[in-house]
């Protein structure tokens, strides 16, 4: 049974950093592109960020390009999302999600809420 548990969420003001994690078990973790998704309140599943299975691959979505940084630890089935400057449209439920590209979500998922 796949598990996506992603603690790491919380209120951070705008220009903070934040790094989510992701807890992954269930399936051979390391086979497999991971990605980041975030759904913003009232609106729709957007794609962030993903990276291959080995980790030497990246690529992220034009609103977070430059600020974000996706990465894995294959040995303890865990990805990361490491946000830098943060800012209020990044506010929303952030999951992970197997797959390039992914925007339909398994987990619960992580609240960030970017506020003064």
């Known amino acids: 049974q796949v598990q996506l548990v992603e603690p790491g969420g919380g209120l951070v003001q705008p220009g903070g950093s934040l790094r989510l994690s992701c807890a992954a078990s269930?399936?051979?973790?390391?086979?497999?592109?991971m990605s980041w998704l975030r759904q913003a309140p009232g609106k729709g599943n957007e794609w962030v960020s993903s990276?291959?299975?080995?980790?030497?691959?990246?690529i992220y979505a034009d609103p977070v390009k430059g600020r974000f940084t996706i990465s894995r630890d294959n040995a303890k089935n865990i990805l990361y999302l490491q946000m830098n400057s943060l800012q209020p449209d990044d506010t929303g439920v952030y999951y992970c999600?197997?797959?390039?590209?992914?925007?339909?979500?398994r987990g619960k998922g992580t609240l960030v809420t970017v506020s003064s």
């Open positions: 990276i291959s299975s080995e980790g030497t691959s990246t």
């Open positions: 269930g399936f051979t973790f390391g086979k497999y592109p």
């Open positions: 999600e197997e797959g390039w590209y992914t925007t339909e979500p």
